[in-house]
């Protein structure tokens, strides 16, 4: 059902919280457990329906999987097979690509789909490279759109030169890759998140990494316990309402901050925001980040930063509109084929609290400064709009509305719950409006 929520600004934003485990990290950790002999134990695992349907997924690939908290699993695997029925993975591209490619190493008919976000997103950047490796993919319009089949097994290594760089599509060959017969390559334009490599590293693969180029050997992974980091994309949205709301200071702990995660800190800082990292004291691998307001001015998000911040544009776009001056977002055409259309959309967004912006073909203009009034933004049933519009409509005066809101139980079940605690009194409406 849609929901909509009513946040009622101003307000600065002032608390330690914590957020979700990693999602990124937590989708690896579930995969690579079920592809590993033996039990791993997972702890820190996000609550966010992405990764739930993940979940589900290893288990009708064959895994066991025992839950014994919201936060902790144990997976036995090791023995995957071809799925008895269709496996549904919700809203989340990285799932569908990730099993995707998992499924390719599996002998026998693989069959994935996912909702109305799902149906749209582009599945001809993995279809290709693992069309080469051997398997049988198709789908949609020839296999560019789920539902996706991949018949698989018996799989060559291949050198591929990914035309973009992207993890998803990235991991979803080294998956394969796996069980491939010879070396399999993927080179990308610019390296892209990491998670793949270093936990493929830990459970054993033979793999090296040399700049935007991976190397993979077929291996044999063995079962790792994972302690999952907090989640840096959703520590965006409080570091960044930290350092745009005038008087706030937030501290976000516990967050993975390794290659091509904190790139938004680099930006707030430039910005002018007064950003403090320190090695977490509870979170083994993990940092803590202070943010303090500060003066902010725009900047200019060049290409080849993209990589380092792709899921934090909408919440860099709510810093940008309450920066001065003109902040410029440019080579992220990559955002138009997320759960939205992400360069529309952040920019309706924007627009419904009156600043002014201009879509690029891959990017925006924003003028920031202006005096915003409140808004009415409907997610498009995208979760990092409905959060990103949550911050920004702490700094109008009055109530906005956010239509759609429920999106963010993908990756945030606990967003509001969190907004209400670093707010000042009643901000966010309390009882979510059902429409
Ligand atoms: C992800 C990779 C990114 C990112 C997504 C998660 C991952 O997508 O946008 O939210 O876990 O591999 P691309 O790699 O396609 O850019």
Do not use: C
Request: hydrophobic content about 45%; cysteine-free.
């Amino acid at each position: 059902m849609e929901q909509t929520v009513r946040v009622t600004g101003p307000s600065t934003v002032s608390g330690t919280v914590t957020v979700p485990g990693d999602k990124s990290v937590s989708h690896r950790a579930l995969l690579l457990a079920a592809l590993a002999p033996g039990t791993s134990r997972i702890t820190g695992l996000s609550n966010g329906a992405d990764v739930v349907h993940t979940a589900a997924a290893i288990v009708t690939l064959g895994a066991t999987l025992t839950t014994l908290d919201e936060r902790t699993v144990e997976v036995t695997g090791g023995a995957l097979h071809e799925p008895a029925a269709v496996i549904d993975t919700g809203n989340s591209g990285t799932g569908i690509r990730l099993i995707a490619g998992l499924a390719a190493g599996l002998n026998g008919l693989t069959v994935l789909q996912g909702d109305a976000s799902i149906a749209r997103r582009p599945m001809d950047r993995i279809a290709v490279p693992l069309r080469l490796m051997g398997a049988v993919v198709d789908g949609r319009e020839g296999g560019r759109l789920p539902p996706i089949s991949i018949r698989g097994g018996d799989l060559r290594g291949i050198d591929y030169a990914a035309p973009v760089s992207s993890a998803q599509v990235k991991s979803a060959i080294l998956l394969a890759g796996l069980r491939a017969a010879g070396e399999t390559i993927v080179r990308e334009p610019v390296r892209s998140r990491a998670h793949t490599e270093e936990m493929l590293t830990v459970r054993g693969a033979d793999l090296d990494v040399d700049g935007a180029t991976v190397r993979l050997r077929p291996s044999q992974l063995t079962a790792v316990d994972e302690a999952v980091p907090g989640d840096p994309s959703q520590a965006a949205f409080w570091l960044v309402g930290a350092a745009a709301l005038a008087g706030s200071d937030v501290t976000v702990e516990g967050i993975y901050l390794g290659h091509a995660r904190g790139g938004f800190l680099d930006v707030l800082r430039r910005m002018g925001a007064d950003v403090t990292v320190t090695e977490s004291a509870s979170v083994p691998r993990a940092w803590d980040v202070r943010v303090r307001a500060g003066e902010l001015r725009g900047t200019d998000i060049e290409e080849h930063e993209i990589a380092g911040l792709v899921d934090e544009v909408p919440a860099l776009a709510v810093a940008a509109a309450l920066a001065h001056g003109v902040t410029t977002v440019r080579g992220a055409a990559e955002l138009r084929v997320k759960e939205s259309d992400r360069v529309a959309t952040t920019a309706a967004m924007l627009r419904a609290f009156g600043t002014e912006v201009e879509e690029l073909p891959d990017g925006l203009v924003i003028t920031g400064g202006a005096r915003l009034h409140p808004g009415r933004v409907d997610s498009h049933g995208d979760h990092r709009i409905a959060m990103a519009a949550s911050i920004l409509a702490l700094a109008a005066d009055g109530p906005s509305e956010i239509i759609g809101f429920e999106a963010v139980a993908t990756s945030y079940p606990g967003f509001l719950q969190t907004l209400d605690s670093v707010t000042v009194d009643s901000v966010a409406s309390g009882d979510p409006v059902g429409d």
